[in-house]
T-cell receptor, first 116, second 111 residues
Framework: ETGVTQTPRHLVMGMTNKKSLKCEQHLGHNAMYWYKQSAKKPLELMFVYSLEERVENNSVPSRFSPECPNSSHLFLHLHTLQPEDSALYLC???????????????FGPGTRLTVL | AQSVTQLDSHVSVSEGTPVLLRCNYSSSYSPSLFWYVQHPNKGLQLLLKYTSAATLVKGINGFEAEFKKSETSFHLTKPSAHMSDAAEYFCVVSVYYKLSFGAGTTVTVRA
């Protein structure tokens, strides 16, 4: 596997379910990101991790819970979601967060989430 | 603060003709600028990046972009469109790790 991978690619869940999205990067990067892409809206940055430490939580509701056990893996745990949370969730990674290394982000294919 | 405006929400071209996607940006700092492409049901693929080394940036698949500071523009071009270029294109301005995305331009290519 190369680049950034995400599983599952598609997920349908009820509002009372608990599920997790997984992201893995094979680029040797130290920073990882979760984005939300909703129809007709610009990409929204949700969370940023650097060296397994969360450095940004962009006012995301607590029903979204990120986890970064090591610099290669990033999870997004989901519980009691709402229909408006249906979107494409994209993971990205970058070399680091220092100027010059932070801004080139490489994206995974995304998980298409539908909340019923 | 930074922001991006993509001037066309949709561009339609014939195969073999040039493609022009327009992007204006604003930034309080010296930004990095990017173009990403997203094919249906796929993630974002980096096309090219500007970081002040050269104003004309060449990317993958024959795309290039020209940075014009005086016009605060970063337009994307390709001399000859291919059917596989049909996708959505995003202009992005970055300061540190904060990426600001444009609303996107959907490109359709007619045979």
């Amino acid at each position: 596997e190369t680049g950034v991978t995400q599983t599952p690619r598609h997920l349908v869940m009820g509002m009372t379910n608990k599920k997790s999205l997984k992201c893995e990067q094979h680029l040797g990067h130290n920073a990882m990101y979760w984005y939300k892409q909703s129809a007709k809206k610009p990409l929204e940055l949700m969370f940023v991790y650097s060296l397994e430490e969360r450095v940004e939580n962009n006012s995301v509701p607590s029903r979204f819970s990120p986890e970064c056990p090591n610099s290669s893996h990033l999870f997004l745990h989901l519980h009691t979601l709402q229909p408006e949370d249906s979107a494409l969730y994209l993971c990205a990674s970058s070399q680091g967060l220092a100027p010059g290394s932070a801004d080139t982000q490489y994206f995974g294919p995304g998980t298409r989430l539908t909340v019923l | 603060a930074q922001s991006v405006t993509q001037l066309d929400s949709h561009v339609s071209v014939s195969e073999g003709t040039p493609v022009l996607l327009r992007c204006n940006y604003s930034s309080s700092y010296s930004p990095s600028l990017f173009w990403y492409v997203q094919h249906p049901n796929k993630g974002l693929q980096l096309l090219l990046k500007y970081t002040s080394a050269a104003t004309l940036v060449k990317g993958i698949n024959g795309f290039e972009a020209e940075f014009k500071k005086s016009e605060t523009s970063f337009h994307l071009t390709k001399p000859s469109a291919h059917m596989s270029d049909a996708a959505e294109y995003f202009c992005v301005v970055s300061v540190y790790y904060k990426l600001s995305f444009g609303a996107g331009t959907t490109v359709t290519v007619r045979a």
